[in-house]
């Protein structure tokens, strides 16, 4: 799987891209709340690594990364976040789905590892693509492994190439935003 770089940065992108009134209506106020939560979004099926660590079974990229419980976390933090915030169901739900997903997406086109169970709990399979677009994150080395260079150095280009799409579309739509 890529490292949180890829992941919260794809999630920054995803909001960053979606119309203006998926997000807050009071957006200067809960700008920092907003952010927060999708990159915890991005993040969240990686938290499968706490279970996989305390209780030494083979928990990470199991049931976490599979659409089934994509769509049910999604459900749950759009509800408790549209109470928070105060805005549509709805449009926080498909951005929430959006971004959950897209770390599933990162994480399929991952070299390394023996793949997620996406499709559970109908297969217990691991799958993931034959072809890979990120590096592997060797977490067995230790957080002080020279070879992690590699893959900060991709997910850092990855992440400047996405912001970089960003600027670009805000230009864009700039003109447009008052009409
Ligand atoms: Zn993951």
């Known amino acids: 799987m890529p490292s949180p770089i890829a992941h919260s940065a794809t999630a920054y992108f995803l909001y960053k891209i979606t119309p203006q009134k998926n997000r807050s209506i009071k957006l200067d106020r809960h700008h920092f709340i ?32 599979s659409l089934c419980i994509a769509l049910l976390i999604s459900l749950g933090c759009s509800l408790i976040f549209k109470w928070f915030h105060k805005s549509t169901f709805r449009r926080w739900f498909l951005l ?12 399929f ?29 060797r977490h067995s080395e230790g957080l002080f492994y020279p070879g992690h260079i590699f893959f900060i150095t991709f997910e850092t280009i990855y992440s400047i190439v996405l912001l970089l799409f960003i600027n670009r579309y ?3 739509k700039r003109p447009n935003q008052n009409t």
């Open 34 to 65: 907003d952010l927060a939560y999708v990159i915890v979004i991005g993040n969240i099926a990686d938290l499968d690594f706490i279970p996989h660590l305390i209780l030494e079974g083979s928990f990470h990229r199991g049931p976490s990364h």
């Open 96 to 107: 929430t789905i959006g971004i959950y997903v897209s770390h599933l997406v990162l994480d």
């Open 109 to 137: 086109w991952t070299a390394g590892g023996s793949g997620m169970q996406l499709l559970w709990p109908f297969t217990d399979a691991f799958i993931k693509s034959p072809i890979a677009f990120f590096p592997s994150v």
């Open 170 to 172: 805000q230009k864009y």
